[in-house]
């Protein structure tokens, strides 16, 4: 886009107000479109003459603010008008999924997926949005009858359910081994670690262990025989 202005032999030509065009920043009057030198105001006229507006087009930062991850990412530069694909996300937060950009720290949605190619208009900040991940506990009543399993946050507590029964049996509580020698804690803190089925003490300990990969946590019961 260039402006220009005519001016007639002999006079001083008078400076204009700046054009304005949006995601650009005026850099003067010129006697060609393509650069050579800026026009002096102060000379006078001594042809037909016409003068360009010069431009040069906008760039923002993009810059990333991890919102109680850890990590670097530096800013991106972005220009006016040209798409481009955001920075892969590199920040982590222990017990979290990161579900993309907003512009507010407070978002519980994300605005901007990772990597995603967006236009902006001016200099911005995109905050991480989190969502804490969320664990399984089911409940191994070993014979017994069936308890429900909870749905508990990273770090957050299960809360111990009513005892089972089971004919000729005693409840004897919930362990975090197959020896039943680890009682399990239900004011302790969860993170989705290895738990385990039991027998009970009629039975052989012979119980396969499960890896927690998508965030089970199993616990058993151990049942004393009634005599």
């Known amino acids: 886009q260039h402006h220009f ?3 007639v032999l002999g006079q001083i030509t008078f400076k204009p ?3 304005a065009w949006a995601g650009h920043t005026f850099d003067g009057w010129y006697t060609s ?17 016409t ?4 431009w040069t087009v906008n760039t923002y930062a993009v810059t990333f603010n991890s919102n109680g991850g850890t990590g670097e990412m530096p800013a991106q ?8 694909t955001l920075s892969q996300n590199k920040f982590t937060r222990e017990g979290y ?10 978002a519980t949605e994300a ?3 990772d990597k995603q190619s967006i236009n902006v208009d001016k200099a911005i900040t995109l905050f991480a ?3 804490i991940k969320s664990y399984t506990v089911s409940f191994d009543s070993n014979g017994g009858t069936a308890v429900d399993p909870q749905k508990v946050d990273h770090n957050g507590k299960a809360t111990q359910p009513s005892a089972p029964t089971r004919s000729g049996y005693k409840f004897e509580g919930w362990f975090a081994d197959t020896a039943c020698t680890q009682p399990y804690d239900f004011d302790a803190a969860g993170c989705g670690y290895v738990g385990f089925f039991m027998t009970d003490t009629r039975a052989s300990v012979e119980s396969d262990i499960y890896g927690l990969t998508g965030g089970f946590l199993f616990l058993g019961v151990f049942l004393g025989i009634v005599f």
């Not at 999924?97 to 407070?106: H, I, K, N, Q, V």
């Open 51 to 54: 003068l360009y507006a010069h």
């Open 33 to 49: 479109k393509d650069g050579d030198s800026a026009y002096d105001f102060n000379a006078a006229v001594l042809g037909n003459l």
């Open 77 to 84: 530069t972005f220009t006016h008008g040209t798409s481009q």
């Open 17 to 19: 107000a700046d054009p």
């Open 97 to 106: 999924d990161f579900l993309g950009w907003a512009t507010s720290s407070t």
């Open 111 to 113: 605005v901007y997926a």
């Open 129 to 131: 949005v989190w969502k």
């Open 5 to 7: 202005i005519r001016r």
